[in-house]
């Protein structure tokens, strides 16, 4: 059994890209001889504009890790394919000229030894260079495309991920060599946000008595079971990212897993095929973020809603699906990672044409929700 681990690990680690994490230097010198490969061809005696070679961000080169042991999927993953940005190609002109731009600011801020987020680069690049930029989006691909040229993490290039995830519940929080404690059980309704520094929270000091670990959806489901204290109820700890994972919020899920590996980890989402979509980029990580967020891929069971819950919510508040949850609903159909659980749960989705938000279950009582939680999971009903 040890040879199989051995060779299956050597396999994976064979196929695998990453990002790696560099010190400021290392990083600066990545960025020092990508330009003086570009100015090499440039100035030799038959001159030409180098095209870019990225790692390859799309479903043709994701691949599968699979846990020997449980026999199913465990994460996504990036291979080698590449893909390439060319100043020839009208189509990519502009996303070529961006890559150069971040590139280059980048430069400036490892000089600086400084951390700035996503939204600081936003502006500094529309002021700088107002004409390939006007958009968050724009920067956020070209971050990405300058992770996938230089091979390395974004905190490695002075970005800082941005965090919307708040902790709260049974868990005790302290910085590295900081005296100051903080008791997540005790920061209310609010809860303790997550920084996006992910330097301060691979240092932080854990320490829990939870038994289970709920990942919710919304903002506004946290809120709830964290001024409830849920948590006292059922042993926990309660964390969201408000949506779609950060990053921040992943890694420190992943941490909290890996320091307390015995922790079931539970997922609380609308049934809809986004909360469905929310809950695998927990559980196997996202194509787009591959090369970073692969390792970050935490082993979350899918508690509810489900479809088997529709029993306990009036008909009134089903509401139909729109167009952008089925685009993406034919999306995760057709991604091999999707368990048979999942995919029938999706198909009932669709074939009914229905959705249900978890605020559905308030027609019991604003309490009810700490019920239903403590009811299933001591049926162990989830998947």
């Known amino acids: 059994m040890i040879n199989l681990c051995n060779s299956s690990r050597f396999h994976f680690d064979q196929q695998l890209s990453y ?52 026999n199913e999927a465990s994460s996504l993953f990036l291979s080698h394919s590449l893909s390439k940005k060319s100043l020839n190609r009208s189509n990519a002109t502009q996303s070529f000229i961006r890559i150069w731009k971040v590139l280059e600011i980048c430069y400036q801020i490892l000089l600086q030894e400084k951390l700035v987020t996503q939204r600081e680069l936003f502006y500094k690049l529309i002021s700088t260079s107002p004409n390939y930029f006007n958009s968050q989006s724009q920067v956020n691909r070209s971050v990405q495309d300058v992770i996938a040229l230089l091979r390395c993490s974004r905190q490695s290039l002075g970005i800082m991920a941005s965090s919307r995830g708040i902790l709260a519940g049974r868990i005790i929080l302290q910085e590295h060599n900081q005296d100051k404690v903080i008791d997540c059980s005790l920061c209310g309704s609010s809860g303790y946000s997550i920084t996006g520094d992910l330097n301060l929270l691979e240092k932080l000091v854990i320490k829990s008595d939870a038994r289970y670990i709920l990942v919710i959806e919304k903002h506004a489901i946290f809120h709830r079971l964290a001024e409830d204290k849920v948590f006292n109820q059922i042993p926990s700890i309660l964390i ?13 899920l992943h941490k909290i897993s890996r320091n307390y590996p015995n922790l079931p980890i539970l997922g609380l989402v609308d049934w809809n095929p986004a909360g469905l979509s929310i809950l695998c980029t927990f559980k196997y990580g996202s194509i787009g973020m591959g090369l970073e967020a692969y390792k970050y891929a935490c082993d979350v069971k899918w508690l509810g809603l489900r479809g088997d819950d529709l ?6 508040s089903l509401v139909p699906l729109k167009q952008r949850d089925l685009q993406i609903a034919e999306s995760m159909m057709n991604a091999e990672i999707l368990q048979d659980g999942y995919k029938e749960e999706l198909e009932l989705m669709v074939n009914s044409h229905q959705r249900a938000e978890l605020e559905a279950l308030y027609c019991h009582g604003y309490d009810f929700l700490g019920k239903y939680i403590a009811t299933k999971i001591v049926k162990n009903d989830y998947i």
Do not use: C, M, W
């Open 311 to 316: 029993q306990l919510i009036p008909k009134e």
């Open 19 to 70: 990002a790696e994490i560099l010190s400021p230097s290392e990083s600066r010198a990545r960025i020092e001889v990508t330009v003086l490969n570009f100015l090499k061809l440039l100035n030799s005696p038959n001159p030409s504009i180098s095209d870019l070679h990225l790692i390859n961000r799309t479903s043709k080169n994701t691949r599968i890790a699979r846990d020997l042991f449980k």
């Open 240 to 252: 969201t990212a408000k949506g779609y994972p950060d990053i921040a919020t992943r890694f420190l």
